[in-house]
């Protein structure tokens, strides 16, 4: 089936770590985007990337890294000068930027 | 100003009845709307996209507005199953076609 897969579904970090979001697509979509969410809010852009090793910055890139060293994966590091990494972290995949986006099942990463 | 802006609810509204959200974004250059569903804790996805001349799939009907930058969703008979919150997005080309989510409108289907 086709789709896009996150991985760990939970994911608990200690503070000072830096933690790596796993997200692959077989949708052979061009362009990946990673959100955050947090309780009760909307969807806020981190990342997002057009093609292969091209990405930018969305609004609250600051405390996060990503690499697309393949059309299919596009994945998130939440480094530790992320200084509120606990939320819902979702990545998604569009065939084009002005297309509808399909989402994987999202990643809940909790500082501990 | 949010670019793209929604009443947060919630919409309580009993079985059966019909019930329309709106929502309006900022960039007249948007070119691209779509409504989607985000069941709690759960991935958003895709209820329908929005067409200029309005576009219907069942119970739903969406509506889009250039004049005065708004899109509409309607659904018509409620279910208790459309209890969810509905997102709006937007895309356009001055922000590199990039989507933009709307903070999202919550449904509550009582029996």
């Known amino acids: 089936d086709g789709g896009i897969t996150q991985s760990p579904k939970y994911l608990f970090r200690k503070e000072g770590q830096n933690v790596t979001l796993s997200c692959e697509q077989n949708l052979n979509h061009d362009a990946m985007y990673w959100y955050r969410q947090d309780p009760g809010q909307g969807l806020r852009l981190i990342y997002y990337?057009?093609?292969?090793?091209?990405?930018q910055k969305g609004d609250i890139a600051e405390g996060y890294s990503v690499s697309r060293e393949k059309k299919e994966s596009f994945p998130l590091t939440v480094t530790s000068a992320q200084k509120n990494p606990t939320a819902f972290y979702l990545c998604?995949?569009?065939?084009?930027?002005?297309?509808?986006?399909?989402f994987g099942q999202g990643t809940r990463l909790t500082v501990v | 100003r949010k670019e793209v802006e929604q009443d947060p609810g919630p919409f309580n509204v009993p079985e059966g009845a019909t019930v329309a959200f709106n929502c309006t974004y900022s960039?007249?250059?948007?070119?691209?709307f779509f409504w989607y569903r985000q069941d709690c804790r759960k991935e958003p996805k895709l209820l329908m996209s929005?067409?200029?001349s309005g576009n219907e799939d069942g119970r739903f009907t969406a509506q889009l507005n250039r004049a005065s930058q708004y899109i509409s969703l309607l659904i018509r008979d409620s279910k208790l199953s459309d209890s969810a919150t509905y997102l709006c997005v937007v895309n356009n080309k001055d922000s590199s076609y990039k989507l933009i989510f709307g903070s999202g409108t919550r449904l509550l289907v009582r029996p």
């Open positions: 960039n007249s250059a948007s070119q691209s």
């Open positions: 998604a995949s569009s065939n084009t930027l002005n297309t509808e986006a399909f």
């Open positions: 929005v067409y200029s």
């Open positions: 990337s057009q093609i292969v090793n091209d990405f």
